[in-house]
Structures are given as C-alpha cells and as structure tokens.
C-alpha cells in the first residue's frame, strides 16, 4: 500500500489498529542511504474486532513485514505471517 500523505496514513493505521488488542510493534532495524530508508519490523497482539473481511476471532497473531520511505512520505507493509 502507498499513501501519498500523513493524514491519510493515520486514518487508515488508527482504523486498522482499533480490531486488535495488546498490540506490540518491535523494529527489527532500520537502514538508511540517501533519500531512502527501509525498516523491518514485527507486530504481535490479538484480533478483537473486524478487520479487511475478517471478522473478530479473539487469536493472537504475530506478522513480520518491512515500511519504505523515500523523498518524501511514502508508506509500503509486506506482510509475513
């Protein structure tokens, strides 16, 4: 996913975060060159409330995936569950 600006990013991010609870976000590393900076990181927490076409199914989850900014605010997840 690219989102072009802030405010749009929380939105989604604060919409998206509401259907999990205990939620951990621990960066891995952090690498930067130039305009470009990569971060892989790993969330853990337990899904409390719909999520996409989910539904609430009360497991834990634990997903691994990386952000990339470059030359301005842009924002791309890969997840790795």
């Given at each position: 996913m690219v989102l072009?600006?802030?405010s749009t990013y929380m939105e989604r991010d604060q919409a998206f975060l509401a259907a999990f609870a205990?939620?951990?976000?621990?960066?891995?590393?952090i690498i930067g060159e130039g305009e470009l900076v990569v971060?892989?990181?790993g969330w853990r927490g337990r899904q409390v409330g719909q999520?996409?076409?989910i539904p609430a199914t009360g497991r834990n989850f634990e997903i691994m995936g990386s952000c990339f900014t470059a030359s301005g605010f842009h924002y791309a997840y890969t997840p790795q569950i």
């Open positions: 072009d600006d802030r205990d939620v951990e976000i621990v960066v891995e590393e971060c892989r990181m999520v996409l076409d």
